[in-house]
């Protein structure tokens, strides 16, 4: 249902653009914010004839994620780097997720899989006349993070998937035309990875937000 209205969208979004006679390339960018409790195991410690583990849990932030990723790929990243998802409005190209420092850019989309992986339950509302709509659509999202071929290996690897719930709604241009959609994901994710080599379990909060407009020539 969600791919169903996700076309009929993109034609009249695409029929809008054409009428205007749009050339230049207009992109989304939205904030990726990944908040997660990760768990790992102690080594044993021997106190006489007792033998104590224990399960030992810290937190990873998505600025930890981006200095993984910025050591892979030879980049000093600061403080202020974000996680961005860039996906075109008119589907010409397939959505990035990079990595936005000032002016540096860093493509990092294969470090990365994030796909639906169930069946997709929708509540919508679109007009036929202006193309202008409203949805709701809940699923079951995987969120992977691997090592990419050419890049010295992660020090961080996870795989986690769960239920996630999508708020779509069209974005308009400076005339209030329908030029695209704009989808806020929030997703409680749980799985499994390593860190620095030790297993760890990882029971994360994903958001994507925002819904600002790049226009590139």
Same mark, same amino acid.
């Given at each position: 249902?969600k791919?169903h ?5 993109t ?5 809008f653009?054409?009428? !205007?006679?749009?050339?230049a390339q207009t992109?989304?960018?939205q904030t990726?914010?990944l908040s997660?409790?990760i768990?790992?195991?102690? @080594?044993p410690?021997?106190?006489?004839t ?6 030992? /849990?810290?937190? $990873?932030?998505?600025?930890?994620v ?7 790929t030879?980049?000093v990243?600061s ?5 961005l ?7 010409? @190209?397939?959505? $990035?997720?990079?990595i936005?420092?000032?002016a540096l #850019?860093?493509?990092?989309?294969s470090?990365f899989?994030?796909?639906? !992986?169930?069946e997709?339950?929708?509540?919508s509302?679109l007009?036929?006349?202006? &193309?202008k709509?409203?949805a709701t659509?809940i699923?079951?999202? !995987?969120?992977?993070? #691997?090592?990419?071929?050419g890049?010295?290996d992660l020090?961080?690897?996870f795989?986690? !998937?769960?239920?996630?719930t ?8 400076s ?8 989808n ?7 799985? @499994?990875?390593?860190?620095? &080599?030790?297993?760890?379990?990882? #029971?994360?909060?994903?958001k994507i937000? &925002? ?5 590139? /020539?």
């Amino acid at each position: 249902m969600k791919t169903h209205l996700k076309l009929l969208i993109t034609c009249f979004a695409t029929a809008f653009c054409a009428l !205007r006679g749009e050339a230049a390339q207009t992109n989304l960018v939205q904030t990726i914010t990944l908040s997660s409790a990760i768990y790992k195991q102690s @080594d044993p410690v021997t106190n006489g004839t007792v033998v104590t583990t224990a399960i030992v /849990p810290s937190k $990873l932030t998505t600025d930890q994620v981006i200095q993984v990723l910025g050591v892979s790929t030879t980049n000093v990243l600061s403080s202020n780097a974000k996680l961005l998802f860039i996906t075109p409005l008119l589907p010409t @190209d397939n959505s $990035l997720i990079v990595i936005q420092d000032g002016a540096l #850019r860093v493509d990092v989309t294969s470090f990365f899989i994030l796909e639906t !992986r169930s069946e997709s339950l929708s509540a919508s509302a679109l007009d036929t006349t202006t &193309g202008k709509f409203v949805a709701t659509t809940i699923d079951i999202q !995987r969120l992977r993070l #691997r090592d990419r071929g050419g890049f010295p290996d992660l020090t961080l690897h996870f795989d986690i !998937r769960g239920f996630a719930t999508t708020k779509s709604k069209s974005v308009l241009d400076s005339q209030g035309v329908v030029i695209g959609q704009a989808n806020a994901v929030t997703a409680q994710l749980t799985g @499994d990875g390593d860190k620095n &080599g030790d297993t760890i379990l990882l #029971r994360a909060s994903l958001k994507i937000t &925002g819904a600002a407009l790049e226009i590139l /020539p």
